[in-house]
């Protein structure tokens, strides 16, 4: 079984900042990994994965995640945040190959502020 | 963009009834998900969906639940006697070919059980 933790449910954060949402993860099998945005009301949508090959991995909006195999983490990072990225962030993990489940982390809630 | 619909987006009902939940997923995908998120919690997997039966279920989705593709596009989630701790926003998903592992999510239905 896979079980992934966010620790930190809520980061505030000044606009233009720096961020980092943080995500650690356990399992026996090899997995995806997989960063979900929410927004108020409304449903997942991916921001990006790590299937295989380079560890750091771009997705939409500016955001990238390191895959630390040894720390077993995937981090989230912002360089500089705006109001816009204030919303839910999930982690999730499924174990390789297709059509399997995701594990989600409890979330952490970014707070973008002026 | 391809997208995952649901319907309705909200829907009340009460106690012991029961209930259906649509989705249509993405045309050309295989894999069919749902999950659903219990007001403050995290996102927890229901059941999995592919080749027209069940490939994996968790502890939630006991005798009361069941899942049906009842054409070729749409996907459903029924519960038979609905309880209060029903009572969530649900999620469907989807997923493609056998190499593409990200699962889209759908808007959602939130469902209120009264």
Known sequence: AQSVTQLDSQVPVFEEAPVELRCNYSSSVSVY???YVQYPNQGLQLLLKYLSGST?????NGFEAEFNKSQTSFHLRKPSVHISDTA???????RTGGGNKLTFGTGTQLKVEL | ??????????????????????????????????Y???????VEFLVSFYNNEISEKSEIFD???????PDGSNFTLKIRSTKLEDSAMYFCAS???LSSYEQYFG????????
């Open chain 1, 33 to 35: 990994l997989f960063w």
């Open chain 1, 56 to 60: 750091l991995v771009k997705g939409i």
């Open chain 1, 88 to 94: 839910e962030y999930f982690c999730a993990v499924s």
């Open chain 2, 1 to 34: 963009e391809p997208e995952v619909t649901q319907t309705p987006s909200h829907q009340v009902t009460q106690m012991g009834q029961e209930v259906i939940l649509r989705c249509v997923p993405i045309s050309n995908h295989l894999y069919f998900y749902w």
């Open chain 2, 36 to 42: 659903r998120q219990i007001l403050g919690q995290k």
């Open chain 2, 63 to 69: 005798d009361q639940f069941s899942v049906e593709r």
């Open chain 2, 95 to 97: 997923s493609g070919t």
């Open chain 2, 107 to 114: 808007p959602g239905t939130r469902l209120t059980v009264t």
